[in-house]
């Protein structure tokens, strides 16, 4: 579903994925949403970079996004400030922070029975878990390639939020060694899964990050 979001820069573009309805998952714990499917979780999913052509609609994200509504997730994918439609410009990390913290909102009030997750691929990664792990609504963290150089994440190393990682063997711009080492001071609850040989935009591996998702949140309250 295409659709506008407020934001406070000004509207942002979005698509809403739903589980459909009779998908077969497991509906213990699931919430009525208004149009009358059940959630299990409500997402949001932030993409990778926008100055190195990352929106809503990178492979990971689009598929991840598939991923979780087959698990009975409602899934809002949203291009950042100044991509595809979205007003405003790129500010670098806070102003994006805030877009999500809208998105957040926007899926709170669709949604305000259901668990809320915070996800992310790459720069949208650090968003997502970093506005996450401050969100006290959010309880779980996902991150996908999660770009550990440069940025803060001693907030979410130290969270007490269920954290989901997801990262390429090969990863040339975040490497696995590095995200092995944040992962082992990380509080718990927590798991890692490595695809093997991917790259950073997991090109010809897009298929195993959803399978991943899948196998992690499948059951996952």
Same mark, same amino acid.
């Given at each position: 579903?295409?659709?506008?979001?407020?934001?406070?820069?000004?509207?942002?573009?979005? @698509?809403?994925?739903? /589980?459909?309805?009779?998908? $077969?998952?497991?509906?213990?714990?699931?919430?009525?949403?208004?149009?009358?499917?059940?959630? !299990?979780?409500?997402?949001? +999913?932030?993409? /990778?970079?926008?100055?190195?052509?990352?929106?809503?609609?990178?492979?990971?994200?689009?598929?991840?996004?598939?991923?979780?509504?087959?698990?009975?997730?409602?899934?809002?994918?949203?291009?950042?400030?100044?991509?595809?439609?979205?007003?405003?410009? +790129?500010?670098?990390?806070?102003?994006?922070?805030?877009?999500?913290?809208?998105?957040? *909102?926007?899926? !709170?009030?669709?949604? /305000?029975?259901?668990?809320?997750?915070?996800?992310?691929?790459?720069? #949208?990664?650090?968003?997502?878990?970093?506005? #996450?792990?401050?969100?006290?609504?959010?309880?779980?963290?996902?991150?996908?390639?999660?770009?550990?150089?440069?940025?803060?994440?001693?907030?979410?190393?130290?969270?007490?939020?269920?954290?989901?990682?997801?990262?390429?063997?090969?990863?040339?711009?975040?490497?696995?060694?590095?995200?092995?080492?944040?992962?082992?001071?990380?509080?718990?609850?927590?798991?890692?899964?490595?695809?093997? $040989?991917?790259?950073? @935009? +997991?090109? $010809?591996?897009?298929?195993?990050?959803?399978?991943?998702?899948? *196998?992690?949140?499948?059951?996952?309250?």
């Amino acid at each position: 579903m295409l659709r506008d979001i407020s934001g406070p820069a000004g509207a942002l573009e979005a @698509l809403l994925e739903e /589980p459909a309805e009779g998908s $077969g998952v497991d509906r213990t714990g699931l919430v009525e949403r208004r149009q009358g499917a059940s959630v !299990r979780a409500a997402v949001v +999913f932030g993409h /990778p970079h926008p100055q190195y052509g990352g929106t809503m609609h990178t492979k990971v994200v689009f598929q991840s996004a598939k991923a979780l509504a087959r698990i009975g997730c409602a899934v809002l994918r949203f291009n950042f400030r100044g991509v595809g439609r979205s007003a405003g410009t +790129f500010d670098g990390g806070p102003g994006e922070q805030d877009d999500f913290r809208a998105a957040l *909102d926007f899926v !709170r009030e669709r949604y /305000p029975d259901a668990s809320l997750w915070a996800a992310g691929m790459s720069f #949208g990664a650090w968003i997502a878990l970093s506005v #996450g792990a401050d969100d006290p609504g959010v309880s779980t963290l996902i991150g996908i390639a999660t770009p550990l150089s440069g940025h803060d994440f001693t907030a979410v190393a130290a969270s007490s939020k269920s954290k989901f990682l997801i990262h390429g063997e090969r990863d040339e711009l975040c490497p696995l060694k590095d995200v092995r080492e944040f992962y082992a001071r990380g509080a718990e609850p927590k798991e890692l899964v490595v695809i093997d $040989g991917a790259d950073h @935009l +997991f090109d $010809g591996k897009v298929g195993e990050v959803a399978d991943a998702l899948e *196998d992690l949140l499948g059951d996952w309250r």
